[in-house]
């Protein structure tokens, strides 16, 4: 059975009003092409070869069209490790054992305060071999019941699953007509370590499931 789904959506920052009319179903359609991108990250928890549960986790924001994935987040985690002392890659566990559960929750609400979409999935692992693609699968899903963007760039963790068959889903799964997806290496993207603070402080959230 499938674990809790969590989409948590922060507010469009008022300054910039083309993301306003983006809420306006009418305009959505121009608005997306001509000006917006939505950027997602995704990164996960968990083995399935060791684990009884598999989850993922992600971060989107809708940006300006021509904004590099690159600097999505940066701000974000560069204040993190400036009000941590974290130094190099900023994880999870590592962010956790620095400032506890509450000062995590903290960064959380920051993040959606700043206008970005969180979101969480978790499963039960039936078939270890498949488990990393069913919960992707189940993830753009949500995603996508929550998120239109017609322009869409989704990064996602270095992980052992096949680009092309994953580019599929998204593109089967997604309302989007144009889609990019990436793995890329975490230590280099800002939005990948923003998505491994929300999977990982998920994952403690929901720590004793009951499904």
């Known amino acids: 059975m499938s674990g809790p789904s969590t989409p948590f959506r922060g507010g469009i920052p008022a300054q910039h009003p083309p993301f ?7 305009l959505k ?3 997306e092409n001509v000006f917006v991108k939505l950027i997602v990250f995704i990164d996960e928890s968990g083995l399935p070869i060791y684990c009884k549960y598999f989850s993922q986790g992600a971060i989107a924001k809708v940006v300006p069209k021509h904004t590099s994935y690159y600097s999505v987040g940066a701000k974000e985690i560069q204040s993190i490790k400036r009000q941590t002392g974290l130094t190099r890659e900023v994880k999870y566990r590592r962010l956790v054992s620095k400032i506890g559960l509450s000062g995590v929750s903290s960064i959380i609400s920051m993040l959606k305060n700043q206008g970005y979409y969180l979101f969480f999935k978790r499963i ?13 699968e189940k993830l753009l899903k949500e995603i996508s019941s ?9 990064i996602i963790d270095e992980c052992p699953l096949k680009l092309k068959e994953v580019r599929k889903a ?18 280099k993207v800002s939005g990948l370590q923003l998505a491994d603070i929300v999977v990982g402080y998920f994952s403690e959230v929901y720590k004793t499931p009951k499904e």
């Open 124 to 136: 039960h692992i039936k078939e270890p071999s498949k488990a990393r693609f069913e919960c992707i």
């Open 170 to 187: 998204a593109r089967q799964l997604l309302r989007s007509k144009y889609i990019q997806v990436y793995f890329k290496d975490s230590r």
């Open 146 to 154: 929550q998120l239109l963007c017609s322009n869409v760039v989704i």
């Open 20 to 26: 306003n009319i983006l809420l306006n179903m009418h």
């Open 29 to 31: 359609f121009f608005i």
